[in-house]
């Protein structure tokens, strides 16, 4: 079994080579597959909001409390990955809740989901682009704590 550093490091190059192969440039979502799954892959805009939007879906904005203000997705959680902190925000969370991650442009969501899900918690996405990608869609975001 892989150590904690090893397994992140694995999930977080098995993401990026995923990303790296099957990036079309279309995040669109076939509808006819489904809604999405919150299984530790990232998505593009459209599954994100559609996945967030979900009752029961907690969004988490994993940047810093002063991003965070700035603008963030309307209910978002902020819980700084780059945080002391971050560890026993993790140990708070409900693993039977489904969680949608993002950050300023996906790196940061990237390690969180990677620690999330070795966290043992299973149900998360990491929305692709973070909220850039999300503002360049034409998505609001609210301002404030």
Known sequence: MLSSPA???ALLLAAVLTLTACGSGDDSHDAAAGPVQA???SVGVDDFAALADTDGVVVLDVRTPEEFAEGHLEGAVNL???SAAFADGLADLDPAATYAVYCRS???SQTALAQILDAGIPAVVDLTGG???W???GR???TGP
């Open 140 to 142: 609001a975001v609210v």
């Open 106 to 108: 996906g790196n940061r």
């Open 80 to 82: 700084d990955v780059s």
């Open 7 to 9: 397994r992140r490091a």
């Open 39 to 41: 299984d530790g892959q």
């Open 135 to 137: 503002t360049q869609a």
């Open 131 to 133: 909220i850039q990608a």
